[in-house]
């Protein structure tokens, strides 16, 4: 381990334990949990889970990072490694924020991602879908230099794919879209429906808004609206444009990305003429394709 890495894990001590348990005797805090250092090329990750756990963890990460830099690739040299916090208790989680914040299964601060995997509070799929979002937030913050210009659109819709990304046999797989569980209700097997049934509900009712506004949105319109809506939103259309027609326009979702990042639309028109460039002229049209191709997926029957 670097002495840079070192200085990193110091700071990362600091940063678990919160300003609670930064304040307690060491002898104290070693009696009462064991925390270490974990170190990948792209992670410096800092728990108290068991070590198995932890190893896992750091396995699940890497995999997460090399799913981001295959859709959008950082520098290769010059990048500080990027802090993760895992808890294994609530209470020391909830200890590193602010008295009375409101928590959820993790948070990227603006600096270091930080989730609770206790099994209890919240299951760890969930957690993981969490930590898949969250982690899409730090990576493209701190290696592509996100702004607070760049279209809130995809940075959400682009962290809510990979928040849906499953893993399976070591590795995480993208594209797959909840079509629901069969759950036994009495007697009978059925369908508790899924997002794919959520989405179609919500186009066959108009509750999406239209492409040209949801693409001009701006930082505080959306912080204003952040509601299941709009989340659904943006992960079925940066969906769509990623595997509808066997992926033709993923390489257009790419370049835009690349636009947005290297000159971020500060006005709503400069947002609107970027989108018409990479994906055509008129975004109603767009509009019908996309949502025609979310209400032809197949829905399967609601009792099994």
């Given at each position: 381990?670097?002495k840079?890495t070192?200085?990193q ?8 334990l919160?300003?609670a348990?930064?304040l ?9 949990q ?17 070590e198995r756990?932890?190893?896992e963890?750091?396995e ?10 295959r ?7 010059g ?12 209470e ?6 602010r ?15 930080r989730?609770?995997?206790d ?6 799929p ?10 899409w ?22 962290a809510?794919?990979?928040?849906a ?8 797989h ?5 079509v ?9 097997i059925v ?22 506004k949801l693409?001009?949105m ?30 033709r326009?993923?390489?257009s979702?790419?370049?835009?990305l690349?636009?947005?990042l ?8 400069k947002a609107?003429a ?8 008129d ?7 996309y ?6 997926q ?7």
């Open positions: 381990m670097t840079k070192r200085q894990c110091a700071v990362c001590l600091l940063l678990l919160g300003p348990g930064a307690r005797a060491a002898d104290d805090l070693a009696a009462e064991t925390v270490r250092c974990y170190v990948s090329p792209h992670y410096l990750l800092y728990t108290d889970l068991p756990d932890a190893r963890a750091l699940r990460l890497t995999a997460m990072y090399e799913l981001y830099r859709f959008a690739p950082a520098p290769d040299e990048l500080a490694k990027l802090p993760v916090y895992l808890y294994r208790r609530f020391k989680y909830r200890q590193s924020f008295p009375g914040e409101r928590l959820n299964a993790g948070r990227y601060d603006g600096v270091a991602l989730a609770v995997l099994g209890e509070t919240f299951s760890p969930d957690v993981w879908r969490v930590i898949q979002h969250e982690g937030h730090q990576y493209s913050h701190r290696l592509l230099g996100r702004s607070a210009s760049t279209p809130l659109w995809l940075e959400e819709g682009l809510e794919y990979f928040a990304a499953v893993w399976k046999d070591g590795e995480l993208t594209g797959t879209i909840d629901g569980a069969y759950v036994l209700r009495g007697e009978a369908l508790q429906p899924g997002r794919l049934q959520r989405v179609q509900t919500r186009i066959r009712t108009g509750q999406f808004r239209p492409l040209e693409v001009t701006s930082p505080d319109e959306w912080r204003q609206q952040v509601n299941p809506v709009n989340h659904d939103q943006v992960w079925s259309f940066t969906h769509f444009l990623l595997h509808a027609g066997q992926g326009r993923r390489e979702l790419k370049a835009y690349a636009d947005v290297r000159d971020p639309p500060a006005e709503p028109e609107l970027i989108f018409r460039t990479h994906f055509g002229g975004p109603a049209d767009l509009q019908n394709e949502e025609s191709w979310w209400l032809a197949p829905v399967p029957p609601e009792v099994e």
